[in-house]
């Protein structure tokens, strides 16, 4: 089944907006149809990553692999 933008955004429980957002910046994977839209393949996928991402646990999963040697400006003093 491919699914829109439009039925993506109702699964996830976020704006269409949103799903525009994260599919142009790469975080979400979706294909264009003759017309120009969206389209995603896999809406299940499509919908589990957009929870991840709006729960905050994606930035959770990243801090927990990231090396402590790492430290950001803001840390650091400069």
Same mark, same amino acid.
């Given at each position: 089944?491919?699914?829109?933008?439009?039925?993506? =955004?109702?699964?996830?429980?976020?704006?269409?907006?949103?799903?525009?957002?994260?599919?142009? !910046?790469?975080?979400?994977? =979706?294909?264009?149809?003759? #017309?120009?839209?969206?389209?995603?393949?896999?809406?299940?996928?499509?919908? =589990?990553?957009? !929870?991840?991402?709006?729960?905050?646990? =994606?930035?959770?999963?990243?801090?927990?692999?990231?090396?402590?040697?790492?430290? #950001?400006?803001?840390?650091?003093?400069?």
């Amino acid at each position: 089944m491919i699914a829109t933008v439009k039925y993506i =955004a109702a699964l996830s429980g976020v704006s269409p907006a949103t799903v525009r957002r994260l599919v142009d !910046k790469g975080y979400v994977d =979706a294909n264009r149809n003759y #017309c120009g839209w969206r389209v995603f393949v896999d809406p299940d996928k499509a919908v =589990a990553k957009i !929870k991840v991402l709006m729960s905050g646990r =994606a930035n959770k999963e990243f801090q927990e692999k990231t090396p402590d040697s790492i430290v #950001c400006a803001s840390e650091s003093g400069v």
